[in-house]
């Protein structure tokens, strides 16, 4: 069965999530542009979106219908070409109009599992709960009438226990994506011992028509991304301890989030990170992960409780942030959480003496938004961490201690054989994590 | 041809050119409508002509309201602007994107065949009712309907990419490019003199090194890069057209007004493309024509507005004057010789390119820019009026070379 062949029926598990949604799009605009093919012009494509909810699934098919119009306005050029045929579409509106309907009219939302029984691929965005993802999988491939392929968006869970759990008998691959799909560049690939090669075989060329970057990854708990953002995390908390001896909880939230974003030049800072992924989510992962890893413990105390009161983080189905470690206005950070106080403190009065404490950002500094694309920027970076190693301040201490901690922990990634290489880790921070440098570089030795 | 009657011009007004570029501008917020547009440039003129009663009639020029605002018969919007204009006669005219000049020629007809000594005109154009993908659909209009399903998304770039391909296959890619990169970098600087213009807020450093970017026709155009294209805007013109009895009515003294001594229009044919690709055919004769009827030549000529659409037209424009000799106009502008200390200072507020383009209202913009010009009105944009050379030209072109509009000023 060719590339073309093997899409021509496949489902989306947890297709109304955050994940899933991207990946349906994603996937439904690879099937259409495969269906306008010559070769392919008799042939049926038919992509499921499964999810449990009816509302859920309306609101998925309105975003996808939002999504895709955006996408083809991006890509008029080609879209006028694919409907030259077409004499009654004239204008780009209507071009566009077409293109949309034409895409959506590959997708059937759905809540029963049956009708994936005749994919022959499944994509899996369900929850990061190793026994649904087990029973899905078994359930499918148990009644399923090809021999499907399933590939798990798991960010966390190895893909060999699936396999084995599932009795997929290699037809299992991890294919992570990145929050939003539809936006971000890398796509990690795990294989497990198993996973047969036909399986990366396509998954590489499915890739390349997406224009995304592939970088592959050892099948152990985490994997990379997780692999690093976690144990990250979990060093941005300890800094949280460290700095609360000496400021109220919020002041310490402020000021370990400040030296992870505008000390480090990364795109957002650790605590704001954690509420853009979700507090729920980091815990969920850590728990996934922590049995796995031997010589360390992967587990945030501090996590727990705030799930205990029910400070979750994540996003509202319009993308904007739910109120976690920080409080959101517009966006923009305006309060930080006293966990002993149970409330948000603005900006304005645990700036006062987090800023203090941390001491001024070093001669040179650029934000992050600045530097990102700049083609010398490593050049700026040698020079504004150089120049940090000569200053005294604590938020110069505890940059170039965090910046320590995540180069050793991409180290370790690496002799772990969590990573192949070095490289490789240095791509999904820089692609996945948007960050503007490795995090194994030689600013600091 | 001659002028029967002397014709003036006088009280001109531009509202801001909105759109991206400007500090104000935000895609998703709203922003004034046809109505206000209308109604300031409207009342903007009418206060320097001592209101509505001196006016005998009123013409506005608009491209394509009915899609972009969904809105026609726009001579009904004169009565709002003022009730005194309520029962004047009205007429709205439409010829792309010289629509506001075929106002003026409407005005200035108005004028000689005694039927009125003051006529009010408006130009104007609301386009960023919708992103510029649609947009483009819409300014299609402007070419033969039957040629847009062939046509590039962006049609009308498409089709001066074209222009720009065979001009650089004869002539040579880089000394184009350098022609077309100088001429944004003196569009932008122009319009950073003026407050009304959309690139008055631009501050980058370099605009040459911009203006040098290659066109990358997969993500627009084979042969121009958006530096090179005019910008969608938001805005109207007001003027006043009269004979002397209207001068002498509205009280204003003639050195404040400019004289119409030339007018060109000319047309051709909308269903077939261009005889060259290099040359703007129909924009040389119309020029032609004015300067005849001017009898005077290009060489005294102080300034000019000319339609660059895209700085293509524009190098192409001069060549259709004859500024420059055929295959020099990118030379000649990369000399220097259009800027506003050079030669012949061309778009002294940025033109279409730097200024906007406010598809229907341009051809009023250009003429609002030559009286201020000539009547010592311009502000920071003011340029040497030579007394040697006391003459304006204006060319408003829509289309593809298509209809053409072209008159000559003098200053009183």
Known sequence: ?445 | MKLRRKVYMVAGYNTISMGSGRKEFHPKKPRPGLEDYMQEAGQEVLKQIGGAKNVDECVVGNFIAARYNRQGNLAGFFPMIDEGLKYKPAIRTEGACASGALALATGIKSILAETADVVLVIGIEVQNSMKAVYGADVLAAAGWAKERKDGHTHFFPGKFSDRAGKYYEKFGYEKTRLGMATWYKNAVENARLCPTAQEHHNSTEDLLAVGMMKPNGRSFVDNLNVFDCSKVSDGASGIAIMSEEGLKRCGINPKDAVEVIGLGLAENNLTQGPADLTKLDTTKVAVEKALDMAKITKDDIATIELHDCFSIAGIMALEAIGLAEYGKGPDFVAEGNTARNGKIPVNTTGGLVGWGHPTGGTGVHQAVTIWEQLTGRAGESQINIPADRPYGLTINMGGDDKTLVSVVYKKN
């Open chain 1, 1 to 445: 069965m060719n590339y073309d062949n093997r899409l021509e029926n496949v489902t989306v598990l947890g297709a109304a999530g955050k994940m899933g949604s991207g990946i349906l799009l994603l996937t439904s605009m690879e099937m259409y542009d495969i269906s306008k093919k010559p070769e392919n012009k008799d042939k049926h494509f038919v992509l499921y979106a499964l999810d449990i909810s009816q509302k859920a699934l309306s609101g998925l098919m309105k975003y996808i219908q939002g999504q895709l119009v955006k996408q083809a306005e991006k890509k008029v050029n080609a879209l006028r070409k694919v409907y030259a045929d077409r004499a009654d579409l004239i204008d780009n509106a209507e071009i566009i109009d077409q293109y949309v309907k034409d895409v959506m009219n590959i997708i059937r939302p759905i809540t029963t599992l049956e009708s994936a029984y005749e994919s022959h691929i499944v994509f899996e965005a369900a929850s990061e709960n190793p026994a649904l993802k087990i029973k899905m999988f078994s359930q499918i491939n148990e009644n399923s009438i090809v021999e499907p392929w399933f590939f798990t968006n798991t960010s966390s869970i190895p893909i060999g226990h699936l396999n084995k759990e599932a009795k997929l008998d290699g037809r299992i691959l991890g294919v992570h994506f990145y929050n939003p799909p539809a936006v971000q560049k890398l796509v990690e690939v795990i294989k497990c011992d198993e996973s047969k090669p036909e399986l990366s075989e396509f998954v590489s060329k499915f890739i390349k028509q997406m224009r995304k970057i592939e970088v592959p990854s050892y099948d152990f708990a985490g994997f990379i991304g997780n692999g690093h953002f976690m144990r990250d995390a979990l060093h941005g908390m300890s800094l949280l301890n460290e700095l609360k001896k000496e400021m109220s909880f919020a002041e310490a939230v402020y000021s370990a989030n400040k030296i992870s974003q505008d000390f480090m030049i990364r795109p957002m800072g650790i605590f704001q990170l954690i509420d853009y992924v979700g507090i729920d989510v980091c815990q969920f992962i850590m728990k996934v992960m922590n049995p796995y890893v031997g010589d360390e413990i992967i587990h945030s105390p501090l996590l727990d409780s705030m799930m205990e009161i029910g400070v979750k983080g994540g996003q509202n189905h319009d993308g904007s942030q739910k109120d976690g470690f920080i409080k959101y206005e517009e966006g923009l950070l305006a309060a930080f959480y006293d966990f002993d106080k149970k409330e948000y403190v603005k900006i304005d009065e645990v700036a006062i003496k987090g800023d203090e404490k941390l001491g001024a950002l070093p001669n040179g500094y650029l934000p992050w938004k600045d530097v990102v694309g700049n083609p010398k920027k490593m050049e700026v970076f040698v020079k504004y961490f150089n120049e940090m190693k000569t200053m005294n301040t604590a938020g110069a201490k505890y940059a170039l201690e965090y910046l320590k901690r995540s180069k050793q922990i991409g180290v370790k990634l690496v002799e772990d054989k969590v990573a192949y290489t070095a490289e490789d880790v240095n791509t999904v921070l820089l692609t996945g994590f948007f960050h503007a440098y490795g995090p194994i570089n030689d600013f600091i030795n």
